[in-house]
């Protein structure tokens, strides 16, 4: 088994070597405190991180006071611990701060085991807190990017959509196809994992939430959607109508303009040709016939709305820019 310290674990590490330098340092009680903190509030984006570190925060400041006022009034003793469980937990939940739970309860232990309360034992407390905390926050200043994952999953989810628009042109052109329809699986899958991966990627950005990777493929997902939706039809299509071969054309030629910039507009003006086009035809004279062209009007209907979810993520994105240059 191939042995890897993660970039997590790196800084995880570090970030125990300075808290627990800096509280030996200034030769404060309960030293390693500082560094189980530190541990508890490195996480996985910068966000993330300043949440959980606020969460934890206000919870120690929140179990210290109300440790202190049960401890004196009732001792220092078992029952008094377990009493101040009971009521501190619910109260912490109340403030939406559950991810400090565990750290203040170390917190509390201190109190717990120095058996008195003073003003050097609080401020040794906030000490710990704030270099095990402000140590994790540092740390999770660095988050590297994803930038080139998030690039090359793009392309892959691009090379997939191109081959199921092919084999689909394929298929409705010929009526038939060998084809095992493996790359929808594989797109669904790509564009799930990408997903996660642009979130977090969105996540590390503080003073922002705009990612457009992530709008990316929750497009792509959208379409595969419709893609899947349309699969039935096919099934339906028999025997040769002259619409088949228009469509087939079409399918072919958005296969070769898959990309992120491709022209929306154009396409969707061939659609509406394409439509036009076979209303003036003359009404089908078999059964067959009607069913074939009920399909592929159908299948054009469906890449009409294929289109228009591209379209509609690209006119989000120019509101949401005129909006930021609104004065």
Same mark, same amino acid.
């Given at each position: ?74 001792? %220092?003793? !078992?029952?008094?611990?377990? +009493? ?6 619910? $109260?912490?939940? /109340?403030? @939406? &701060? ?43 200043? %660095?988050? !590297?990017?994803?930038?080139? +994952? ?6 892959? $989810?691009?090379? /997939?959509? @191109? &081959? ?164």
């Amino acid at each position: 088994m191939k042995f890897r310290i993660g970039y997590r674990t790196l800084k995880t590490a570090i970030g125990v070597l300075i808290s627990l330098s800096i509280a030996q340092l200034l030769e404060l009680n309960f030293a390693s405190s500082a560094a189980i903190i530190t541990i508890l509030c490195i996480s996985v984006t910068r966000r993330n991180s300043l949440l959980v570190s606020w969460a934890r925060f206000i919870a120690c400041i929140i179990g210290l006071i109300m440790s202190s006022v049960l401890f004196e009034l009732l001792g %220092y003793t !078992p029952v008094a611990a377990a +009493l101040f469980i009971l009521l501190f937990i619910p $109260v912490v939940l /109340l403030v @939406k &701060a559950s991810d400090g739970i565990v750290t203040s309860s170390v917190i509390v232990m201190h109190l717990y085991v120095v058996g008195e309360t003073s003003i050097s034992f609080y401020w040794n407390e906030l000490q710990l807190i704030f270099i095990g905390i402000g140590t994790a926050l540092v740390m999770n200043l %660095y988050m !590297p990017s994803k930038d080139k +994952l998030l690039r090359q999953r793009r392309m892959q $989810v691009e090379e /997939l959509l @191109k &081959a199921t628009l092919k084999q689909l042109s394929i298929y409705i052109r010929a009526g038939e196809s060998n084809w095992d329809g493996n790359e929808l699986p594989q797109l669904d899958k790509v564009l799930k994992e990408s997903k996660k991966v642009a979130f977090v990627s969105m996540q590390n950005h503080l003073l922002s939430e705009e990612n457009h990777y992530y709008h990316y493929f929750s497009m792509r997902e959208k379409q595969l959607e419709i893609i899947e939706r349309l699969m039935p039809h096919l099934t339906r299509i028999n025997g040769s109508v002259p619409q088949q071969e228009k469509v087939a054309n079409f399918l072919e030629e958005l296969s070769r303009a898959v990309s992120p910039t491709n022209s929306v507009a154009y396409f969707l003006l061939q659609l509406e040709e394409m439509r036009t086009e076979f209303r003036n035809m003359p009404l089908p004279k078999t059964r067959e016939e009607f069913e074939s062209r009920s399909s592929l009007l159908l299948i054009v209907f469906e890449f009409e709305q294929y289109l228009k979810t591209k379209d509609a993520l690209w006119v989000q994105k120019s509101d949401k820019k005129r909006s930021l240059s609104k004065p």
